[in-house]
Each structure stands twice: as structure tokens, then as C-alpha cells.
């Protein structure tokens, strides 16, 4: 029963699902679900992010489809496309609001409810892969998530951290959870890693530097590089444009190229 | 802020603030399972007293919060609670209700710091004679555990801190928030209505991916009818420290909160510079000061 369930489901097309967590806020967890995006499509991948952040939902606005709104059609809720590609689709509470100054506040059953139905009712189609950005915290909106996504083929998590230590002992808690929640964890993002001043090239490193890799090597997980804070990458997220397409040259480039790639390879390995 | 429906309760209720509100056998079929069960319900007339009994020993609560995470409301409350205690005579209290990442402890150098019960409740953690602290951190055993809670509990637990935590006369109570508008936030508005809440500071940084957050953060509080005593737009601006020049690393692409706080009509309190050594407390002190007296006479 539950296997033809599984498979008449809207998420029976997904290859791959991935979770991108953190136990901190302000990280760059919706920066790298986006760019993981953009870089996955760039490699002829067809990608869906589902934004759980719903207080803070940053994933419309990323993809400058903030006006745009949700459609229904026979088996659900018709995600929003990027452009006409149709390469990355998403879905998020932000498409939902009638005013984007409206907060959204709920106590945890009402977000629970909301959260289900975005797994089970979104008509995704056929992903390569399904990429879910969640808020920080280790609460309601994660536990429903993994709960919720529990019969499909989870890929795991994604965690991003900043170096310094304040956010490294949160990002320790979020590794606890994942392990409660028996979800595997593909690699610690290190992400503020460094400024490099575009006028004189003197690297500050205004976050400090190093805390993600040793919490890798600490917690015995893969580290999937070091992200350096780039003012084009800020700029890009911003308007809503395809930094991966863009700004090849910039200094985050070669980073968030990296991690699409070692994801890849996880994937194909496991395929073979 | 729910009321519970009137009429009478079932047989063997375990209370509507227990940590079984709503979820016991007895609760089948009781209107205010809903209720009960989002741990929504208005404290217990016992509890409510015990509540308001600490908070009459408050002078001025202040809120710190934003829509969006990461943009330094943990540094902010941090800086602000020792710029208000360097007047010794002064008694303030900071208290950390991000119970799944409580930044506190670390910022304020009590990292491994525990928390002891008295007589008259639990005692914070006091930094210096006049400064006293409280966090979930606190009451972790390891820098791994991690508190993996759904609403309810979590709004047991800020319930407990403020009927609990003896912080004595305080002058200031400072309370450190997590991102977002949810659980947390509902119920510290909710249980701090006995007590004089000065209002709200929201901190932001200037791009828009954080505006968006929280301009929903400032109709939070007008929902809530929490005053806002301003805005603090942080990691404004990165001075090299070798050339000198200024980049704008995270770019205020919409007028950053200088716009944003025109267009909504809440004060801009300052601008804070991304800062590798961390900030300058006399700086927020003198910009917090100014706006609190102002309102609490």
C-alpha cells in the first residue's frame, strides 16, 4: 500500500532530495540553496527548491519571481518556474502572501500543517533534484520536514555554517539532530569564509576563518569548501539574477562551483 | 492570547499550562484541545500571578528581535546589556529565549556556565555584580545536545524563565530573540503583559533579503500592539582596515533601513559598521538610552 502511494505521489519523479540546514540564522543556508540551483541546472539538471521558511521565506525574491503566484492544477499546486526553461521550479510560502510586508504568524501546528501539504500537494514532475531550504533552529518546521519526508529516498543534509565559534555551536547542535533523525549529513559548507577588499586585495577575515572545516573534521562528515564573502554574490541574490551564468570570474564562483560538483559526483556514485 | 472556551473542563484535566495541555486522554473532545494543545492558553490565574509578581520587579523590558536571522540581534542584546550595566547602578538582566540557538552564553564568555536553583528560584548567571543572564544554554550538558523542541514545550520553557528566574530589582531586562514571528515570539508578548515593556528594537542589515524579513517583523509588532522604539541596521558597510576603503558587502539595494524606516515611520536608532573586533558599546548605549527614557517618562 504504501509503495503505490510512494509511487503515485507527487513526488515520485524526484531523483534526489536534499535538505540545507543549519542550526544558525543569517548563514547563507537560502544563498547556497540557490546557487546549489542555479549551478545543478547549469549542468543540464532539472531542479525544485521548496522553501520551509515561513516567516522568512528568501527564495522568491532570489529568483525574482516574488510577484508571482500559485496555480492549482489536478494533483496539486503547480510550483513556479524560474523562466520558460523550466529547469528550476519552487515553491514557497512566499507565492502565498497577498501582501509581502504580511508577517505570517503561526504556532507550530498551523506551520506543521502548511509544511505537510507543501510535501505532499506540490505537482514537482520529474527533478533530478529537489532541494528544501528550511529556517534556522532545530523545531517544528524540521522535524514535519524529515517526518513528512521520511518514505521518499532522502539524499541528506547540506549544512552551512559561518567560521566563527557562534555559529559553529549551533551548526553542532543541527549535526545532534540530523543524527536523531537518522539523516545522513553530505558535507559542512563554510560559508562568509573570508573578504578579499576589491580595492587593495587584503584578506580580512571579518567572520574569522576555519570554524566549518574543524567541525568537519571534528564531527567526521565531508567539508565542501569554503565560501568567500562576495559583494556580486550579495549583489546577484539581491536583483534575482543567475550569478552562476553571470559572474563566473567572482570570487564565490569557484566555491559554489565546487560543492554542485561534489553533490554530482555523491549522486552518480550512488547510481553505479 | 487564545481564550479558552467557557464551560466546564474535562474530568482529570491536566491544566491548561501543564506540558500535557491538549494532549492527555482527557482532552478528546474538549473544545480547547486546539487551544491548549499550541500551548496558546493564557496561564493559569496562579501562574498569571506568579508571573506578574516577578515582572512588577521590572523597570523596563526590551525586546530584541528581527524577521531575519544572522543579522546581530545576539550581539546587539550582548553589547546593549554591558553598555546599560557600565552604570554600576543600574541592575540589568539579559535573558536568551532562543532556545534552539542560544548565542548568549558564548558572547557573554559564560560558556559551561550552569544554573543553580535557590530558595527564591533560579539564579541567573551574573557576568558582573549588576548583570545577570539566562539561556538555555545553560542547562545543556554538552556543546553537542541539541534541543529539538515543537512549540509547546519551547513556550514552557520562556514561561518558566520569566516565572522562575530570580533576577531581583531590575533596571533593564533585555530579552534576546530568535529570527522569525512564531512560538517564541507570541508567547514572550503574551507573558510579559504584566509588565512595562518599553518596547521593541529590531535589527537588520541593509540588503533587501533582510528588509523583506523585517518589515514583517514591524507588522508583527503592530499586530501584537508592541511599541517599536526603532531600527538598527548592522553589518553596515566593511572598512578595509589596510586601505581604508569602504565596501558594501551586503549593499542596501532598496535604500537599506534609512528607506525603510521612512516609509514605515519607525526611527532609524544608527548604523552599526561590520566590525572584525565587534562593536562599540557607548555608541548603542547612547542611541538606547536617549529613545527609553524618552518613553518611560
Not at chain 1, 524560474?82 to 504580511?102: A, C, T
Not at chain 1, 545522513?184 to 571579518?206: A, D, K, Q
Not at chain 2, 533560579?122 to 529539538?148: H, Q, R, T
Request: hydrophobic share 40%; charged share 20%.
Amino acid at each position: 500500500m504504501e509503495e503505490v502511494a510512494r509511487e503515485r505521489s507527487n513526488l515520485a519523479g524526484v531523483r534526489h532530495i536534499l535538505l540545507v540546514l543549519s542550526g544558525k540564522g543569517g548563514v547563507g543556508k537560502s544563498t547556497i540553496s540557490t546557487e546549489l540551483a542555479l549551478s545543478l541546472r547549469h549542468s543540464g539538471k532539472k531542479v525544485g527548491i521548496l522553501d520551509v521558511d515561513l516567516c522568512g521565506p528568501s527564495i522568491p525574491r532570489m529568483f525574482r519571481v516574488q510577484d508571482n503566484s500559485v496555480h492549482q492544477c489536478d494533483s496539486g499546486w503547480v510550483p513556479v518556474f524560474v523562466d520558460q526553461d523550466k529547469s528550476i521550479s519552487l515553491m514557497s510560502i512566499g507565492f502565498l502572501l497577498e501582501n509581502p510586508d504580511d508577517a505570517v504568524v503561526w504556532r507550530g501546528p498551523k506551520k506543521n500543517a502548511l509544511i505537510k501539504q507543501f510535501v505532499a500537494d506540490v505537482a514537482w514532475g520529474d527533478l533530478d533534484f529537489l532541494i528544501v531550504d528550511t529556517p534556522p533552529g532545530t523545531s517544528d518546521e524540521h522535524i514535519s520536514t524529515v517526518e513528512a519526508l521520511r518514505p521518499y529516498q532522502l539524499l541528506g543534509a547540506i549544512l552551512v555554517t559561518t567560521p566563527q565559534a557562534v555559529s559553529v555551536g549551533d551548526v553542532r547542535r543541527e549535526l545532534t539532530f540530523c543524527k536523531k533523525m537518522n539523516l545522513r549529513v553530505l558535507g559542512i559548507v563554510e560559508n562568509m569564509s573570508g573578504f578579499v577588499c576589491p580595492h587593495c586585495s587584503e584578506c580580512t577575515n571579518i567572520f574569522s576563518k576555519g570554524g566549518g572545516e574543524e567541525l568537519a573534521k571534528h564531527a567526521g562528515v565531508p567539508f565542501l569548501g569554503c565560501v568567500p564573502l562576495d559583494p556580486q554574490l550579495s549583489q546577484s541574490l539581491e536583483e534575482g539574477r543567475d550569478f552562476i551564468q553571470e559572474f563566473p570570474k567572482s570570487s564565490a564562483f569557484p566555491a559554489l562551483a565546487h560543492i554542485a560538483q561534489q553533490i554530482l559526483d555523491g549522486t552518480s556514485q550512488q547510481s553505479s | 492570547m487564545a481564550e479558552l472556551a467557557d464551560g466546564p473542563r474535562p474530568q482529570e484535566c491536566p491544566g491548561s499550562s501543564s506540558a500535557q495541555a491538549g494532549r492527555a486522554a482527557a482532552c478528546q473532545g474538549c473544545p480547547n484541545q486546539g487551544i491548549c494543545a499550541a500551548g496558546a492558553a493564557a496561564p493559569d490565574p496562579a501562574e498569571a500571578a506568579a508571573l506578574r509578581a516577578r515582572l512588577r520587579a521590572v523597570r523596563h523590558a526590551v525586546l530584541v528581535l528581527s524577521g531575519k536571522g544572522g543579522v546581530g540581534k545576539s550581539t546587539f542584546s550582548a553589547l546593549l546589556a554591558l553598555g546599560l550595566a557600565a552604570d554600576q547602578a543600574k541592575q540589568v538582566a539579559l535573558l536568551d529565549i532562543d532556545i534552539c540557538g542560544p548565542s548568549i552564553p558564548r558572547m557573554m564568555g559564560l560558556d559551561g556556565e550552569q544554573v543553580h536553583q535557590s530558595g527564591s528560584g533560579w539564579s541567573p548567571v551574573y557576568v558582573e555584580e549588576n548583570l545577570g543572564v539566562m539561556s538555555v544554554g545553560f542547562l545543556l550538558s554538552s556543546p553537542d545536545d541539541a534541543v529539538i523542541w515543537r512549540g509547546p514545550k519551547k513556550n514552557g520553557l520562556i514561561k518558566q524563565f520569566l516565572r522562575d528566574v530570580d533576577w531581583g530589582e531590575v533596571d533593564y531586562l533585555i530579552i534576546d530573540t530568535p529570527p522569525g514571528t512564531s512560538d517564541e515570539h507570541l508567547s514572550i508578548v503574551q507573558y510579559l503583559g504584566a509588565a512595562h515593556v518599553a518596547g521593541a528594537v529590531i535589527v537588520t542589515t541593509p540588503q533587501e533579503v533582510s528588509l523583506q524579513d523585517v518589515r514583517k517583523e514591524i507588522n508583527f509588532c503592530h499586530k501584537v500592539k508592541l511599541p517599536i522604539i526603532g531600527v538598527v541596521e548592522n553589518m553596515s558597510g566593511f572598512i578595509c582596515p589596510k586601505c581604508k576603503n569602504e565596501s558594501q558587502i551586503f549593499p542596501p539595494t532598496t535604500g537599506g533601513a534609512e528607506k525603510m524606516c521612512q516609509n514605515l515611520n519607525v526611527s532609524l536608532l544608527g548604523k552599526v559598521p561590520l566590525d572584525p573586533q565587534i562593536g562599540k558599546p557607548p555608541l548603542l548605549e547612547h542611541f538606547f538610552e536617549s529613545k527609553v527614557t524618552g518613553t518611560a517618562t
